[in-house]
């Protein structure tokens, strides 16, 4: 048995992109980008406790970590793209590695 998430195909670095645009989408809220990081790493450790692993659990802190950083100032519209950004990442077919087919095959 293999993880296959990372060592067959790219996986992390579409989680990584999401984190990058979740930054982007947040900051408006005043924080650094390292402290919004830093609370979006922590509300993944409660939830992975709680749910699991995956885009589902990951979209959940996500959303979790939006509204704790907008507070009062959080809008509809970012919780929106938020939502579908995941949605998308679910989506997201995996980019199976070069030589892999090959490997598997032999």
Not at 20 to 48: Q, S
Not at 66 to 79: G, N, S, V
Request: glycine letters at 4%; charged letters at 30%.
């Amino acid at each position: 048995m293999i993880d296959a998430d990372d060592t067959l195909w790219e996986n992390n670095v579409f989680f990584e992109k999401l984190i990058e645009d979740f930054i982007t989408l947040t900051e408006p809220c005043g924080y650094a980008r390292a402290y919004i990081r830093h609370i979006l790493n922590e509300t993944e450790r409660k939830n992975i406790r709680q749910y699991g692993y995956g885009v589902r659990s990951f979209g959940r802190s996500l959303e979790e970590t939006y509204l704790k950083l907008a507070d009062q100032m959080a809008k509809r519209e970012t919780l929106a793209e938020i939502h579908h950004r995941v949605i998308e990442l679910e989506s997201t077919p995996p980019k199976i590695l070069d030589g892999v087919p090959e490997t598997l095959a032999y």
